[in-house]
């Protein structure tokens, strides 16, 4: 059962985090961005709304919607740890590493086993650096990268020290695999898949992801997004 949003009392101006399961195809922006309107809308003019850490519009789980004064721990909790569960499908490659992008070219996965499966697993396990994808919102000369991969021109991604602290291998139904990923900051679990598929001699897409921890916060203390709306309107307007 999903968490339900008790908002009766509520100066948000003083600081409010919002723990939300962020609904698939939304972006991150978009989810602060409806969080924001509504509370304009209760009188919270200037009020500020950001959120600590990105999800990509095909990913759900935990997003934290910082309001008020606690934008400023948006820094702080975007450092802390998180968590995944992912499927990650073998034997193909997307540009995007994942489903936003159609199928560029299949591999074979006949040699694939669940043993060599978990020792990809080890072997990527660790601190090290990790190239984003291409198709990611990292700013190249103040440009984003998916913006310079739609007009076709060469991008050439800057690698950034990550740590995986941990993988788990849920499901081995091959070509289909369901990990849970444990790691730092600034890990993208769509280079993850990526790399999954290099290290088995094959190629991998991420079909689902699902954020299930953003350092303290767990899914299971999250609430929906329009109950979190429908709640912010049932207060007194300010």
């Not at 910082?66 to 740890?81: H, P, S, W, Y």
């Not at 998180?82 to 074979?108: C, W």
């Not at 499966?117 to 998916?146: C, F, H, N």
């Amino acid at each position: 059962m999903k968490e339900t949003f008790d908002l009766r009392g509520i100066n948000f101006e003083e600081g409010y985090i919002a723990v939300l399961d962020k609904p698939l195809r939304w972006t991150s922006t978009d989810v602060v961005r409806k969080v924001k309107f509504a509370l304009r809308k209760l009188g919270y003019r200037k009020i500020k709304v950001g959120h600590a850490g990105t999800l990509d519009p095909l990913a759900t789980g935990i997003l934290l919607v910082c309001i008020g004064r606690a934008t400023k721990m948006v820094d702080a909790l975007q450092a802390e740890e998180k968590e995944y569960v992912a499927d990650v499908m073998l034997g193909a490659t997307t540009p995007s590493y994942d489903l936003e992008h159609p199928v560029d070219q299949t591999y074979p996965t006949e040699h694939i086993t669940r043993e060599k499966v978990l020792e990809a697993l080890a072997s990527l396990t660790g601190e090290r650096l990790q190239s984003p994808p291409v198709y990611s919102a990292k700013k190249i000369d103040g440009t984003r990268a998916y913006e310079l991969a739609r007009a076709g021109e060469q991008v050439e991604m800057r690698k950034a020290l990550v740590n995986i602290y941990e993988m788990e291998l849920l499901e081995c139904d091959l070509p289909h695999l369901r990990i849970r990923v444990r790691c730092s900051k600034g890990t993208y679990i769509r280079s993850l898949a990526h790399e999954i598929g290099q290290a088995l001699e094959s190629g991998a897409h991420l079909t689902a992801l699902r954020r299930t921890r953003s350092g303290g916060f767990t899914l299971d203390k999250a609430g929906e997004l329009d109950d979190f709306l429908k709640k912010l309107q049932e207060t007194e307007t300010k």
